[in-house]
């Protein structure tokens, strides 16, 4: 019986053949054909992409931060596939360049890279690289890029928004304000180490000399340590660095100056009333010095009881000090605060 059942349902598949449609047969070959190529397409993409991290890798064995020209960032920054974050300084530190900008924020660069590749977190989600302007001209071309030091967020998805670019002139290039926005863009967290520094404590050791030794040459006379005019100008001095944003620098290290790469001016005043350069703050002091110089021999030309003559010439010097030095520091404000009622303050004060 199960000898006769067998030919019984070779004739019924030989026929269920038969009446398949004749043109199923090229479909479902274009369909076979698709699938293999969809299938070694993505394989390759694999491929490719392992073959890209593979690199970067190695390149961050070596060195942290790895330089780019224009082929190589095309290649590994720009062209997909990507699973990776790749931060990238454009920067311009050729001698010829002069720019010490550059130079200073390089240096917070490493700092931030070195604390990134060794940390016990390192992984092959982000890389550093950085394009200089001598070996990559095009890439600056391509991005419409006419300052530099710039650092900018290149996502593993999609492109860079307005926010992957770090603010630079408003936060300044402190490894730890880069740290905190590559935690906002990536949520990647470095933790910044910094290089043991011994010129502060060198420094306080040759204070703390120098002031012991005048205390022991001093001390059968120790009278000028009840000096008032000694302490107040120490205090002064106190006050000059504080007000002038000595802080604010020390906090965001700003850059020095801004050097326009198109026409090369330097600018040692910031444009914005939320940032500032560190020459504007050695400006700022020295401002205040002679403002304050000045309200000192106004108070001393009325309070003294010499000559009147002498009186009078005090007053007109200390006079000329505090209109001259106090219409700088004015003019800085305007610069810095374009909408600041300045006729609504003047009539106030009259």
């Known amino acids: 019986m199960g000898a006769r059942a067998a030919p019984s349902r070779r004739r019924q598949a030989g026929r269920r053949l038969r009446y398949l449609p ?5 479909f479902l070959l274009l369909l076979l054909l698709l699938c293999i190529q969809l299938g070694g397409g993505q394989k390759k993409k694999e491929n490719l992409l392992a073959e890209k991290v593979e690199q970067l890798m190695e390149w961050s064995s070596r060195r942290s931060i790895f330089r780019m020209n224009g082929d190589k960032f095309r290649k590994f920054v720009k062209a997909p596939p990507r699973n990776y974050s790749m931060i990238v300084m454009f920067t311009a530190l050729q001698p010829q360049r002069q720019c010490s900008v550059c130079r200073q924020a390089n240096e917070e660069y490493q700092i931030l890279a070195n604390s990134w590749r060794y940390s016990s977190a390192f992984c092959n989600k982000l890389f550093f690289g950085m394009v200089d302007y001598d070996e990559g001209t095009d890439v600056f071309q391509q991005l419409n890029m006419n300052s ?13 928004k307005r926010a992957d670019t770090f603010d630079l002139q408003r936060i300044g290039f402190a490894a730890e304000q880069l740290a905190k926005w590559i935690a906002d863009r990536t949520d990647v967290h470095i933790r910044v180490f910094r290089p043991p520094n011994y010129s502060g404590t060198i420094a306080l050791a040759l204070l703390v000399s120098l002031v ?5 040459l001093r001390r059968n ?33 700003p850059p020095y100056a801004h ?25 700022i002091l020295v401002l205040n010095a002679a403002i304050t110089m000045g309200m000192v021999l106004l108070n001393e030309a009325a309070t003294s009881k010499g000559d009147v003559g002498k009186r009078r010439i005090i007053c007109l ?3 000329g000090l505090v209109v001259f030095f106090f219409s700088f520091l004015l003019s800085i404000f305007r610069s810095k605060y374009h909408g600041y009622p300045y006729r609504t303050s003047f009539f106030l004060l009259k």
């Open 148 to 160: 530099a030091p710039t650092f900018m967020h290149f996502p593993s998805k999609g492109r860079p």
């Open 221 to 253: 006379n120790l009278e000028f340590i009840y000096n008032k005019t000694g302490w107040a100008m120490v205090s002064l001095c106190i006050v000059f660095a504080m007000t002038s944003g000595q802080m604010w620098n020390h906090i965001r290290g």
């Open 212 to 216: 012991g030794g005048l205390l022991y």
């Open 22 to 26: 004749t043109g199923s047969f090229p």
């Open 259 to 283: 050097k326009n790469p198109h026409n090369g001016q330097v600018s040692y005043i910031h444009g914005s009333s939320q940032a500032q350069f560190v020459a504007e703050s050695h400006i």
């Open 317 to 319: 010097v200390g006079l």
